[in-house]
């Protein structure tokens, strides 16, 4: 399985925009990444996903270098309900795919008023 | 539309004993997964199911067991539990179509005394 580095922690204040960064060296082609965060108490939630191209949904936007060994998560305005554990995951798709996501330590964002 | 939903949300069981968590995944999802996240770990993957099968395994012992019945719903089991068990099972549920998102459960936390 993929594997994927990221920061242990972060901070950030109210309003500002936040980066993490994710670094993954032996991703694959057929890989999509895949970012998912937990708040405190509830099970992991999506953010966004992407395999080549800048992703954008509400939440959050997803940027990925050119050589796809890299990404970032924007989130373009913290709130303090963005405080959570952020996982970068590497996600197989193809006929071996089944869809498991394999999660690391992740990023802990905390947001200051 | 309830999501994924989990039960028991909370459960305490004796060492040795055998526990039995339900999931039920979101309307319109056919694949149910697994894990058990650790008190200040990443969730970790158990098994997966779809068509009613185990698709694919993690790292676990055979003591862990599960079953889906065709309305898509599971069972997670564990035999012969140990101190090491206690956890936050968390369920997610997914589409086989396409590389959609997972969506989670709250979990049930398990703990074993």
């Known amino acids: 399985d993929a594997k994927t580095t990221q920061p242990n922690s972060m901070e950030s204040n109210e309003e500002e925009p936040v980066h993490l960064p994710c670094n993954h060296s032996?991703?694959?082609?057929?890989?999509?990444i895949h970012w998912y965060r937990q708040l405190p108490s509830q099970g992991p939630e999506y953010v966004i996903h992407g395999l080549t191209s800048n992703v954008n949904n509400r939440m959050a936007s997803l940027a990925i270098a050119e050589d796809r060994k890299s990404s970032t998560l924007i989130l373009h305005r913290a709130t303090l309900r963005d405080a959570a554990v952020y996982y970068c995951i590497l996600r197989g798709w193809g006929s071996s795919n089944t869809g498991k996501l394999i999660f690391g330590q992740g990023t802990t964002l905390q947001v200051k008023p | 539309d309830a999501g994924v939903t989990q039960s028991p949300t909370h459960l305490i069981k004796t060492r040795g004993q055998q526990v039995t968590l339900r999931c039920s995944p979101k309307?319109?999802?056919?694949?149910v997964s697994w894990y058990q996240q650790a008190l200040g770990q990443g969730p970790q993957f158990i098994f997966q199911y779809y068509e009613e099968e185990e698709r694919q395994r993690g790292n676990f012992p055979d003591r862990f067991s599960g079953h889906q019945f065709p309305n898509y719903s599971s069972e997670l089991n564990v035999n012969a539990l140990l101190l090491g068990d206690s956890a936050l099972y968390l369920c997610?549920?997914?589409?086989?179509?396409?590389?959609?998102?997972?969506?989670f459960g709250q979990g049930t936390r398990l703990t074993v005394v």
């Open positions: 032996t991703i694959s082609g057929t890989d999509y």
């Open positions: 309307s319109g999802h056919d694949t």
């Open positions: 997610a549920s997914s589409s086989r179509l396409g590389n959609t998102e997972a969506f």
